[in-house]
Nanobody, 121 residues
């Protein structure tokens, strides 16, 4: 089995910073991309940052210049450093790993359970 678990959410004032962490564990053969999504109340899941297996990063316009995604392949971990947070960043943040489990021939997306980030004004 493969598990993806996020940590690091919480309550922060506008202008503050938070760092989210995510670890993938279990019978993993290979991890391709890892990404962070978020879902605000009543809205859809939005992709906000992605890092490929080669380290290439992509960001949603709404977080460019404020958020930074990074990964540690030796630990199967991905991080999201969030700076200059704004109330509109309030959401549940999800980590997604595109993972090939042992015994499988394809990669599949595995979602974490989510971590709440609340930014007060």
């Amino acid at each position: 089995q493969v598990q993806v678990v996020e940590s690091g959410g919480g309550l922060v004032q506008a202008g503050g910073s938070l760092r989210l962490s995510c670890v993938a564990s279990g019978s993993i053969l290979d991890i391709n991309a890892m990404a962070w999504y978020r879902q605000a109340p009543g809205k859809r899941h939005d992709l906000i940052a992605r890092v490929g297996s080669d380290g290439t990063t992509n960001y949603a316009e709404s977080v460019k210049g404020r958020f930074a995604i990074s990964r540690d392949n030796s630990k199967n971990m991905v991080y999201l450093q969030m700076n200059n947070l704004e109330p509109r960043d309030t959401a549940v943040y999800y980590c997604v790993g595109t993972i090939r489990p042992v015994g499988e021939v394809v990669h599949m997306d595995y979602w974490g359970q989510g971590t709440q980030v609340t930014v007060s004004s």
